[in-house]
């Protein structure tokens, strides 16, 4: 019976998940840890800080349900705030420990942070063993090598749609087998790691509370007993409330929800409601999704540079003022406005006003788009190094859109989005948002 460390990263569920139930293999004793990575709280060069309050929140509150749900089946959560990568291996040596088991995730500091960690273990006998679980589509299952992976997604689409199967889910373990070795450690507060809290507006599309549970509620309520999916495909774009779209990304996100659960549970909505183009949508964004998951491990660190994945050198300006105009919703473009004032009050935004806010910022504004990513970063609670920033740059036109970039016309899209100015009136009026 060996000793292992379960290091959670973004999944934080104990349903599918391959790296906890690889740790509980043959009755492993197995020490779950977390380590809240402290240059999460870090000020950018732009003066706010990396990750912000909504986010943080969201976080901690799925880590108190991962918590209670680990210690239903008899362990807990060892919690810790530092670098995981000098944090996981201490924990290694007190515990005396043969593995550490953790997903496999591809973005560059994530990588470097596993590199690290490797060099701390050097001839101890520790080994890393990570799992890939972070999308639909396993990386040993999709027909091409990953330097060869198609940079357009309507390749990537067709090709791996017609040849790769899903894998099954892996079930949530019965029991994990614990010791209580090391204190568990308190979950920090906002406080304690020295972050205000904000008041998210009352206007906000859902409450939005971390934790696996709040996953399925979500799901459950859009999927069976709303009976929504049917329809989600016209009515995604819209703008008010929590019905226009599945709002499944925040969990996503933090692994609170596996990409492969949703996936079934479409299939059973298909199969026991009604199959239609709105439920293949849904499927058809979770690949956009793991399409953004396999550019990111194709073409690492570049996805975070102003060139992005084409090396193109884009005419853009740091101009501190207009951008600020921007982020606080100071712009004087109503439409773009009243989006960004919905972020910085809630920590979400539309997949339609994420798209014209980028566009704005870009190719009105000729902002930097690295800085746009950089307060989305901030301020999205949903916020996905991959999807996040290969965005941007599609919008930008360094990323992976063939036509080099997209420019909305904000008068067109507010008039066809917005055409009684509902969502303006809702987030301007009255509107004394300062956010951090």
């Not at 690889?22 to 870090?42: K, S």
């Not at 964004?285 to 194709?298: A, H, I, N, S």
Request: hydrophobic letters at 35%; glycine letters at 6%.
């Amino acid at each position: 019976m060996d000793r292992v460390i379960m290091w959670f990263r973004n999944d934080l569920r104990v349903k599918d998940n391959k790296a906890l139930s690889q740790a509980c293999l043959n009755g492993n004793i197995v020490f779950p840890v977390y380590v809240l990575d402290r240059r999460l709280l870090e000020t950018t060069a732009l003066g706010f800080s990396r990750c912000g309050s909504f986010r943080i929140e969201f976080l901690l509150d799925s880590l108190a349900e991962l918590r209670g749900n680990l210690k239903k089946l008899g362990a807990d959560l060892i919690l810790r705030v530092g670098n995981p990568e000098e944090v996981v291996p201490w924990l290694a040596d007190e515990l005396r420990v043969e593995a550490i088991h953790c997903s496999k995730e591809i973005a560059h500091e994530e990588l470097q942070q596993v590199h690290r960690m490797e060099q701390k273990l050097q001839g101890k006998g520790i080994e890393v063993k990570d799992h890939w679980q972070s999308t639909l589509f396993h990386e040993d299952d999709v027909p091409w090598p990953v330097k060869q992976v198609p940079d357009v997604f309507t390749k990537f689409r067709k090709e791996s749609e017609k040849t790769v199967e899903i894998q099954s889910e892996f079930q949530a373990p019965n029991k994990i087998h614990f010791q209580h070795e090391v204190e568990p450690g308190e979950l920090p507060t906002l406080k304690d790691l020295g972050i205000e809290p904000e008041k998210r507006s009352k206007k906000a599309v859902l409450p939005f509370k971390g934790g696996e549970s709040e996953a399925w509620k979500r799901l459950n309520e859009y999927f069976w007993k709303d009976d929504l999916l049917k329809r989600y495909k016209y009515t995604r774009n819209e703008l008010i409330g929590k019905d226009y779209s599945s709002k499944f990304s925040p969990w996503l996100a933090l692994g609170c929800i596996s990409a492969k659960s949703i996936y079934f549970e479409i299939k059973k909505y298909e199969k026991e409601r009604t199959k239609n183009s709105s439920t293949y949508w849904l499927f058809f964004e979770l690949l956009w999704r793991d399409f953004f998951k396999f550019m990111t491990k194709k073409h690492g660190k570049s996805i975070f540079l102003k060139p992005g994945i084409t090396g193109d050198a884009l005419e853009m300006s740091d101009d501190c003022d207009a951008f600020n105009a921007w982020r606080l919703g100071k712009t004087g473009e109503p439409f773009i406005d009243a989006n960004m004032v919905e972020l910085n009050e809630t920590g979400f935004m539309s997949n339609r006003g994420r798209q014209n806010v980028a566009s704005y910022l870009i190719h009105d504004l000729s902002v930097n788009w690295t800085w746009g990513a950089m307060w989305f970063e901030n301020r999205l609670i949903d916020y996905d190094p991959s999807s996040n920033w290969l965005n941007w740059a599609y919008i930008a036109g360094v990323g992976n859109d063939p036509q080099k970039g997209r420019k909305f016309s904000i008068e067109n899209q507010s008039l066809k989005y917005d055409p009684k100015g509902e969502y303006v009136k809702m987030w301007l009026q009255n509107n004394l948002v300062k956010p951090r």
